[in-house]
């Protein structure tokens, strides 16, 4: 069953700024180090092809993914590895930008899948806050 | 002063204790919390103060696994590193005369800048009783409520902040709701400078609208000692104190949520 992990936090940053950096994987991957292993592959019409990875300390999660971005929303789908899915979306909040993170993901299998997607569902909600705190402060504090 | 170039004041930190008490804490650290601690090859070769996230109640085990690892790692005849706590602590019968051998000293800026003039080094929990008290699904978030005077007394010591950043107290037990309206009700803000006294869930006592000493779960704790941070360089001689609190408190969240993304399994790896 596919499970869905969204985070969300405010940014102190016009949406126009915000909303430029998130949708340049060159710019955002170089500032996330949690997706510690991040590599460009090559572009074409449909859009980038990257491999993206988050590093659990015992396996990696990701694979290689296709890119499409359009001012303000990034976002891929798996092509290789393992089954995932996001979306990095900014919309206007308080004179700032809101910034949300959205990830779907899911493992093959039965009950086992199930239980791990479940422990799945925390590892990745700490990571897409890690990645949240890193864009907010770098766009608040070192552009 | 007398003859080791100690302040009288200080004089209550006792080495030989601390040696004495290394392998037992070193053991729980281990054994029960699986402690990590890491980046002490950040700090400066300087008096520092360390400011951290405070977490687990009224037990607050990360404070003794960054104590542990700070006395091997700079040994405990190395700078001396004292923790300014809260006033109940280091006057409380017992707990206070131990708490002040291993350089707890009461959380007053005249202590602090005697620890900096004699070369120590000093760590301060800025959030208080407040945010070792804040309710558990907070536990990966900064919480200072605004108190700004640490910054101050970096500033005015011209002395960097180490920022450092610890998880896993917090699995210790189990902080329900907020608690600062019960305080404010009870007046214990006013009276004993207490500001949060929140439903915990914990060993032995099971569920209490106040929290006491308990034994801590046996949660994994990971300590991280982040990059100093020179408030005069960043913020030059007059801060923009606001701006200031906003950086430091956003760098250690930063830290703090990175840290927490190394968690697989909430308290056990």
């Not at chain 2, 917090?170 to 329900?176: C, N, Q, S």
């Not at chain 2, 869930?201 to 982040?226: N, T």
Request: with cysteine; charged share 20%; net charge neutral.
């Amino acid at each position: 069953m596919p499970q869905t992990v969204s985070v969300s936090c405010h940014i102190r940053r016009a949406v126009e700024e915000t909303g430029s950096f998130i949708s340049d994987p060159h710019k955002l991957f170089a500032h996330l180090s949690n997706f510690s292993r991040c590599r460009f592959i090559e572009a074409d019409d449909d859009g980038e092809l990257w491999d993206v990875y988050m590093d659990s300390g015992t396996i990696y999660l990701g694979g290689r993914v296709l890119i499409k971005s359009v001012p303000g929303c990034l976002s891929w789908r798996s092509v290789r590895g393992t089954r995932n899915s996001f979306v990095a979306s900014v919309e206007e909040e308080d004179g700032g930008s809101r910034l949300t993170l959205s990830l779907t993901f899911s493992a093959s299998g039965l009950a086992i899948a199930r239980i791990s997607e479940l422990i799945g569902r925390g590892f990745v909600a700490r990571n897409l806050e890690a990645a949240a705190q890193e864009i907010r402060h770098h766009l608040e504090f070192e552009v | 002063m007398d003859d080791s170039g100690i302040p009288a004041e200080l004089r209550e930190r006792d080495p030989e204790f601390i040696r004495a008490v290394l392998p037992a804490l070193w053991l729980t650290s281990t054994v029960w919390f699986r402690a990590e601690v890491d980046g002490f090859e950040n700090v400066p070769d300087e008096p520092v103060l360390f400011v951290g996230n405070h977490s687990g109640g009224g037990a607050t085990p990360d404070t003794f696994v960054l104590l542990l690892a700070y006395n091997t790692f700079f040994t405990v005849e190395g700078r001396p590193l004292y923790a300014l706590a809260h006033d109940t602590i280091t006057a409380a019968p017992l707990l206070g005369t131990l708490t002040r051998k291993l350089g707890v000293v009461p959380a007053d800026n005249s202590f602090a800048e005697t620890i900096f003039a004699s070369g120590g080094s000093a760590l301060v929990y800025p959030g208080g009783d407040v945010e070792a008290l804040r309710p558990w699904r907070q536990r990966h978030k900064i919480v200072f409520s605004g108190r700004q005077g640490f910054l101050r007394l970096a500033h005015h010591s011209n002395v960097k902040i180490v920022p450092v950043v610890a998880t896993g107290g917090h699995d210790t037990l189990l902080v329900l709701n907020d608690g600062r309206r019960t305080a404010q009700l009870l007046r214990l803000d006013k009276f004993a400078r207490v500001k949060s006294l929140p439903f915990t869930l914990s060993i032995p006592w099971g569920l209490l609208p106040v929290p006491l000493p308990h034994v801590p779960l046996p949660a994994k704790i990971r300590v991280q000692v982040l990059e100093p941070i020179d408030l005069r360089a960043r913020f030059g001689k007059d801060p923009d104190w606001d701006r200031a609190y906003d950086y430091v408190t956003s760098a250690m969240q930063v830290g703090l949520s990175k840290l927490a993304s190394r968690t697989i399994v909430p308290m056990i790896r």
